[in-house]
């Protein structure tokens, strides 16, 4: 009889526990399945509120209502965190749902190619519970390599690399700057998706700073900048005017010929380009 009201009493927990549970729900998934090493690793998190009241999630002093635990293939311990993240404030009303978007490059040490695991941990309002998501993947790989520059700035040697990758189902080429010394991987950036219509121009200027012109669409071409510290300093959406393309040294600065400004000035404007690695 009491290994009946035992089991009796375990049924009830479980379906408690699954009762609970459902009440909020949360997902999470990458804005990608590959990032090149170097760039943002931006993940979305959606919370979903099945309870009949509103879900304040906060901060404490001591505690972050968000918590990322990441792991990589071939290590059974967590990735160790560089820096601790401050989230703001989010209200998740009855019935609905709130996604945040997060760059986990400044608070990790993404040092290594290879294969990462992702579970993210929600603090409810009572300072005591939490929901945990389902375990996303991701990749950090290095790409190919298209050109490379070696330069000197701010007293240390560095790598200035145009790089191709896969990004969803498009080639698209990267920016990566890598110091020369350590090989550590300084920042990387999306410079815009690659048809294999025209040859990459590739330019450094005056500054160090790297430029790309290629062709994305066969409407389309891309025109982007990045510095020595592996940031995106400008993108640019261009159509053919007519004659040849190419970038060309004028006046000390760099600029294209052959194409005007379109009205279209995001990626994800252009038909068939669906990327995320710059935003």
Same mark, same amino acid.
């Given at each position: ?72 293939? &071939? ?78 700035? #701010? ?12 990004? #969803? ?30 040859? @990459? ?49 004028? &006046? ?8 005007? @400004? ?9 038909? &068939? ?7």
């Amino acid at each position: 009889m009491k290994h009946i009201l035992s089991l009796i009493m375990m049924v009830l927990y479980l379906l408690a526990a699954g009762h609970a549970t459902a009440q909020v729900d949360v997902r999470l998934h990458p804005e990608r399945s590959e990032f090149l090493l170097g760039e943002g690793v931006v993940v979305k998190l959606k919370i979903t509120n099945h309870t009949d009241t509103a879900l304040v999630l906060d901060n404490t002093p001591d505690r972050q209502w968000l918590h990322f635990t990441l792991t990589r293939s &071939g290590s059974s311990q967590p990735l160790a965190p560089k820096a601790i993240p401050s989230f703001k404030k989010i209200v998740v009303n009855p019935g609905s749902a709130h996604e945040v978007r997060v760059n986990l490059r400044p608070y990790f040490y993404f040092n290594t190619v290879g294969s990462y695991k992702i579970v993210a941990t929600v603090r409810m309002p009572d300072m005591q519970s939490t929901y945990s998501s389902n375990r996303a993947s991701f990749t950090l790989v290095n790409g190919g390599s298209v050109k490379t520059f070696a330069i000197q700035s #701010g007293g240390k040697r560095l790598k200035m690399n145009v790089k191709i990758m896969r990004a #969803g189902d498009k080639d698209c080429l990267f920016g990566q700057v890598v110091n020369a010394d350590s090989g550590a991987v300084v920042g990387a950036c999306y410079m815009g998706q690659y048809l294999n219509f025209m040859a @990459p121009r590739v330019m450094m200027d005056r500054k160090q700073n790297l430029h790309v012109l290629c062709q994305s669409t066969p409407t389309y071409f891309t025109y982007s900048v990045m510095g020595p510290d592996g940031s995106r300093r400008s993108y640019q959406v261009l159509q053919r005017t007519g004659g040849p393309v190419d970038l060309i040294t004028a &006046g000390g600065t760099i600029k294209s010929i052959g194409l005007t @400004p379109a009205k279209k000035t995001r990626p994800d404007d252009l038909p &068939g380009i669906r990327t995320t690695a710059d935003r």
